[in-house]
T-cell receptor, first 113, second 114 residues
Framework: EPEVTQTPSHQVTQMGQEVILRCVPI?????FYWYRQILGQKVEFLVS????????KSEIFDDQFSVERPDGSNFTLKIRSTKLEDSAMYFCASSVLGGDTQYFGPGTRLTVL | GENVEQHPSTLSVQEGDSAVIKCTYS??????FPWYKQELGKRPQLIID?????GEKKDQRIAVTLNKTAKHFSLHITETQPEDSAVYFCAASKVTGGGNKLTFGTGTQLKVEL
């Protein structure tokens, strides 16, 4: 069964550094999402992406965040200048066009020191 | 925007008993309600979902009920087993034909004791 994959599984970075989190959605899916989960808290929506454009974003997704589909398979989340409060698990998800079931990747644990 | 509340935050049951987790949502336009199971350090995994045109859905030991009037939905797990121990999240979204943003509840830590 196809799955969403994410790399790296764990990223440690210094405050102020840029990080790029990578995701490979399920191949026939066309909607892509990023969510984050601060340790012990609920999953929070960051952004949805379709047809090379952001469909919707939350208030968390400020100017420090950006997303990109650089090629036919990868979907990336960039944080330009990381803050301590960006430490969280970041999940990528994907769904088929017009569908509603979202499949989550295994997550990237981001630790900002 | 949508707000989802979930209760209880922790639930401890004996193996073989039933477990019920309840969620309420605020946006009457929401029409899709999935439930995810998350084991420690793992991804959220969809276990069951229900759409607003249906009042109840069952899959083996798991069932979900939806009351659109009251804006609440519940997860029922029967004959619980130790492997059911995990955090369960409800979510709600408004599917418009394109992508949909999931708004999650705060999670329920279910512990099934032997």
């Amino acid at each position: 069964e196809p799955e969403v994959t994410q790399t790296p599984s764990h990223q440690v970075t210094q405050m102020g550094q840029e990080v790029i989190l990578r995701c490979v959605p399920i191949s026939n899916h066309l909607y892509f999402y990023w969510y984050r989960q601060i340790l012990g808290q609920k999953v929070e929506f960051l952004v949805s992406f379709y047809n090379n454009e952001i469909s919707e974003k939350s208030e968390i997704f400020d100017d420090q965040f950006s997303v990109e589909r650089p090629d036919g398979s990868n979907f990336t989340l960039k944080i330009r200048s990381t803050k301590l409060e960006d430490s969280a698990m970041y999940f990528c998800a994907s769904s088929v066009l017009g569908g509603d079931t979202q499949y989550f990747g295994p997550g990237t644990r981001l630790t900002v020191l | 925007g949508e707000n989802v509340e979930q209760h209880p935050s922790t639930l401890s049951v004996q193996e073989g008993d039933s477990a019920v987790i309840k969620c309420t949502y605020s946006d009457s336009a929401s029409n899709y309600f999935p439930w995810y199971k998350q084991e420690l350090g793992k991804r959220p995994q969809l276990i069951i979902d229900i759409r607003s045109n249906v009042g109840e859905k069952k899959d083996q030991r798991i069932a979900v009920t939806l009351n659109k009037t009251a804006k609440h939905f519940s997860l029922h797990i029967t004959e619980t087993q130790p492997e059911d121990s995990a955090v369960y999240f409800c979510a709600a979204s408004k599917v418009t034909g394109g992508g949909n943003k999931l708004t999650f509840g705060t999670g329920t830590q279910l512990k099934v004791e032997l």
